[in-house]
């Protein structure tokens, strides 16, 4: 019995998560860390930590050095003491957004879909990438290269990912492009940093943007930004189809309804347009 209880306490005090099989045990010991910040306080010290955790201090010691790399960490430079990091607080505003963005999103989105007749797709950033939040497959349109919900989308070549990737921050801009690799799918896709940019630099002039054939030979697309409360854009909708049905007039009709679209989410979340 008295072992059994050792092992409670010990287990509670690094947050109650038991390890799992195959899992890495450094990751399960800074999760322990941080989960033992977040329920205890701050500034807390290594010696602290490594007793009430049931951890070498070294261990401690490295682990907090790691994670302060992320900005997961803090170190209190006058007392030597550890906190947690805005970095969280970021992640977590990230994700409560993202809940009530896709939540709020989906209604227009199934609209969309149906007015355009075309595959519509929801996009974030996240991860180093622009991430598919949510798409609405039309039956009308034949797509070979689908990015499934929670993926990926090519940055560079995609309407609704140049959307959102035009008004990020340089550096982010950067990375992004950088981790993309500028891969080239059809003779029409971009792969100099330079001409992205430039194609980036117009979408904003414009307030959309276009994918004409460079995922997908015959595919084309077009999408616009999406605002939050602030005023920043932190999301794009966009459509996809073939690009006999992004031509001309048609063209013109489906950048209004992708700008209606995302006008309804940015309102729908909160933004209010100063005009």
Not at 87 to 98: D, M, P, Q, T, Y
Not at 108 to 128: I, K, P, Q, R, Y
Not at 144 to 158: D, K, L, M
Not at 181 to 189: G, I, M
């Amino acid at each position: 019995m008295v072992r059994r209880s050792a092992i409670s306490r010990k287990r509670k005090a690094g947050g109650g998560a038991q390890a799992a099989p195959g899992s890495s045990k450094s990751l399960q010991k800074a999760l322990r860390i941080l989960f033992f910040l977040g329920q205890n306080g701050s500034d807390l010290g290594i010696t602290q930590l490594a007793t009430s955790l049931g951890l070498d201090k070294a261990t401690v010691h490295r682990l907090l050095n790691a994670m302060q790399k992320f900005d997961l960490i803090e170190k209190n430079s006058e007392s030597g003491r550890y906190r947690l990091g805005l970095k969280l607080h970021e992640l977590g505003v990230r994700a409560l957004e993202s809940r009530t963005l896709r939540n709020e999103a989906h209604r227009f989105l199934l609209d969309l879909a149906h007015e355009s007749h075309e595959t519509v797709s929801l996009a974030v950033a996240g991860n180093g990438g622009i991430i598919c939040l949510d798409r609405v497959d039309s039956p009308h349109t034949v797509i070979s290269v689908r990015t499934p919900v929670g993926a990926r989308f090519p940055a560079h070549c995609t309407a609704v990912a140049k959307a959102l990737l035009a008004y990020l921050p340089d550096e982010e801009i950067n990375s992004i492009l950088a981790a993309n690799r500028l891969a080239r799918f059809t003779r029409f896709t971009m792969t100099r940093a330079e001409d992205v940019k430039a194609n980036l630099r117009l979408t904003v002039q414009r307030g959309f943007a276009l994918d004409s054939q460079e995922l997908e030979q015959g595919l084309s697309g077009v999408a616009a930004p999406i605002r939050g409360l602030d005023g920043q854009v932190i999301a794009a909708v966009g459509m996809a189809g073939p690009t006999t049905r992004f031509r001309g007039g048609a063209l013109t009709e489906k950048i209004a309804l992708a700008k209606a679209a995302s006008a309804r989410i940015s309102a729908g979340i909160g933004y209010r347009s100063a005009i």
